[in-house]
């Protein structure tokens, strides 16, 4: 059956030396069912684990494994031709070692040249035993290839090749296949969908002061509402972000302004009210000392009680005064009975949307470059989504609000 999020798209599938390598067949093969022409690509060592004629064979194409092929052309630049050709380059089963290269330029296979050499997407699939995973020179590569602007899909957790429990392996074919289909979707749309809207998105953690030199704050990065902000404007949109006190980069097109505490947040987004679209992705304190002395506290022999005061609820001061038309999508981190205090949270704030993500998940949340959320509509719609990264987590949230939305117009 086609797929047409891979119908028709060229994709290089690279494969490492792990034990996982097994299951790159099932992928080309579900790849290619789902329309894709899938070019093989193998590292020395991953012919250990499985023959290039199984992949090949499936493929219908040679499998690559040299950079210099005892071909009969005598060209040696088909690393650039085929990194030109692919609307995507996936690695999986991608070993500590591949990650290391990729993580310093190397190009002394097929792959890696080709990975260098490639103006496409790049995803990679880490596959490897727990303590190999969590060394600290893999999180390292792995925040590097990050900053490259590669797709990272985090390994799972479960029973590993050497016989321990632990996170390292590589997700199942289907799982890969459908994460494919979302990121190259993600990745390779021209959409303007939200030309002529202005959309509001509040990101980040908020601070509220105890002294001059003290704050209450939360672990909120701000990366998910910088990626919704970023794909909003992608999509044509008028974009501001109001920003807690956050260590990101602006996207382009989008107008940000700074805010500290709760009470600024609420101050400037009632400047933004008339927003077609709200995204409310801001961590925003609860509670705020009562009163933030100007000098700095001194510390005494008694225990200390701060005084809290609730902070307004900047959301809901904007469902209160919900304007006909006007789309408000609120987030919610749980720990437990996500779904039922999500949905709570949807009606008393008046919201038509609530992102259900869950705190206490690998993978989820704050201070991560992936997060796995549910979308809870007010009309009773519920959509669940794979582990992605953040990007492609925010472009298929504004897929399914403004479908929907358009289909009420
Ligand atoms: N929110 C807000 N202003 C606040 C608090 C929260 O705009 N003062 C928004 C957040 O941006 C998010 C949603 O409301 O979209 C979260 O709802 P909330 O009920 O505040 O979540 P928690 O603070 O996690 O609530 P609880 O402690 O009840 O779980």
Not at 78 to 94: C, E, R, T, Y
Not at 124 to 146: E, G, S
Not at 301 to 322: F, H, M, N, Y
Request: hydrophobic share 45%; charged share 25%.
């Amino acid at each position: 059956m086609t797929d047409p999020r891979l119908d028709g798209k060229k994709l290089i599938l690279g494969v490492t030396g792990s034990i996982a390598a097994y299951k790159a067949a099932e992928l080309v093969r579900l790849l290619v069912r789902a329309g894709a022409e899938v070019q093989p690509m193998m590292t020395a060592d991953a012919t250990r684990f499985i023959a290039p004629l199984t992949l090949g064979t499936l493929a219908k194409r040679q499998v690559l494994i040299q950079v210099f092929p005892e071909n009969q052309d005598g060209s040696w630049t088909k690393h650039v031709d085929l990194g030109l050709w692919a609307d995507g380059l996936v690695i999986a089963p991608a070993t500590a070692n591949t990650l290391a290269k990729l993580a310093n330029g190397f190009c002394d296979s097929m792959l890696t040249a080709t990975v260098l050499s490639a103006r496409c997407a790049v995803l990679v699939c880490p596959a490897m035993d727990h303590d190999m995973w969590t060394h600290p020179a893999t999180k390292a590569n792995v925040d590097r290839l990050r900053s490259f602007g590669y797709t990272i899909l985090d390994p799972e957790r479960g029973e590993l090749a050497s016989g321990l429990i632990g996170v390292g392996r590589l997700p199942e074919p289907e799982t890969i296949a459908a994460f494919i289909g979302e990121w190259l979707e993600s990745r390779t749309q021209v959409n303007r969908s939200l030309e002529g809207k202005k959309v509001l998105v509040t990101a980040g953690p908020t601070r509220e002061a105890i002294d001059p030199v003290r704050f209450l704050s939360n672990g909120s990065t701000g990366t998910m509402g910088f990626a919704l902000a970023d794909a909003a404007a992608r999509r044509g949109a008028d974009v501001v972000l109001l920003a807690g006190p956050v260590d990101l980069p602006t996207p382009a097109g989008v107008d940000r302004e700074d805010v500290v505490s709760a009470d600024d947040l609420h101050r400037a987004a009632l400047n933004h009210a008339d927003a077609d679209l709200v995204i409310a992705a801001a961590a925003v304190a609860d509670y705020a000392p009562a009163t933030a002395g100007e000098q700095k506290m001194k510390k005494a022999d008694e225990d200390l009680v701060l005084q809290l005061r609730r902070t307004p609820d900047v959301l809901a001061a904007l469902g209160e005064r919900k304007q006909n038309g006007q789309v408000l999508v609120g987030f919610a981190l749980e720990t437990r009975n996500g779904e039922a205090n999500a949905r709570g949270k949807l009606e008393r704030k008046n919201l038509d949307w609530i992102v259900l993500n869950h705190a206490n998940e690998a993978g989820a949340g704050f201070g991560t470059g992936t997060n796995r959320v549910v979308l809870l509509g007010a009309d009773g719609s519920r959509h669940e989504l794979p582990m992605m990264d953040k990007a492609a987590v925010a472009a298929r949230l504004l897929d399914l609000i403004t479908a929907q939305e358009t289909a009420k117009e």
